[in-house]
């Protein structure tokens, strides 16, 4: 195939990935890693040109959601939290409570990116995936199920989704958003917080697994990287604007039957 041909066509598909991850929080890497895989990237090629474009797209797309009203982030220091009272000078805790969740999610990121780029090459990925997509799968039923409901927040479940949606993140490119959004509104996080708050937590799970793949030396090809990334972030204001103008109920509905489309998708690549 031509170079420039390669290109558009990966600005194409990075464009429409990414305006789908902005807009439901969930479908960058899931959709996007097997589609580069069968059009005949390297998987070793592919997972860090991912990575590297998302770090930059979920970042962005967390400010302009911000920006667009979807999402109410405030990282300065709230001096009147407990924590920060006790520890004083060493104490940090954002003020907004969708600030939280991320930082939360961020930290998760630390112990389950990581570990999971250093067991990537060797560790079967099937039974991972297969547990991944039935679990994404579940939650998307249990969001159509309970759409009209307001699930108890619990800090328990952002914790222990923020280190399984990492570590699925670093071995394979994917997986991240369908289970820390779908996971936050089944916690009782608002719909278009979720999204939000998930862009700005996939971002500092991708930093990490690209250092990491920095680390271990491994070699960046820069031509997809770019192609990628100047795709996906052309396709985010766009996206943020759909969030905005959304009713919560119809946008409830659709992020449920993309979260169950995504789990039966993740349980197909497994069998096909």
Known sequence: MDPLISIILLFIIAFASEFVDSSLGMGYGTTLTPLLI?????????????????LITGGFAAFMHHRAGNV????????????????????????SNASKIALVLA?????????????????PKTYLKVFIGLMVLSMGILILLKRNSKPHFSWKKIVGLGVLAAFNKGLSGGGYGPLVTSGQILSGVDIKNSVAVTSLAESFTCL?????????????????????LAGAVASVPLSTRVVKKMKVKSFTLIVGTA???LGLFTLYKVIA
Request: neutral net charge; proline residues 5%.
């Open 72 to 95: 109410q982030f405030d990282f300065r220091n709230d001096p009147d939290h407990r924590l920060v009272k006790k520890m004083r000078l060493l104490g940090y805790m954002p003020r």
């Open 38 to 54: 069968i059009m005949g990237y390297n998987p070793l090629v592919v997972v860090p040109a991912i990575l590297t474009s998302e």
């Open 208 to 228: 990490v697994g690209v250092c990491t793949f920095l680390l271990l030396g491994t070699e960046f090809d820069w031509t997809i990287t770019l192609a990628l």
């Open 107 to 123: 930290i998760c990121s630390l112990a389950g990116a990581v570990a999971a780029v250093f067991v990537a090459i060797n560790i």
């Open 259 to 261: 979260t169950v489309v």
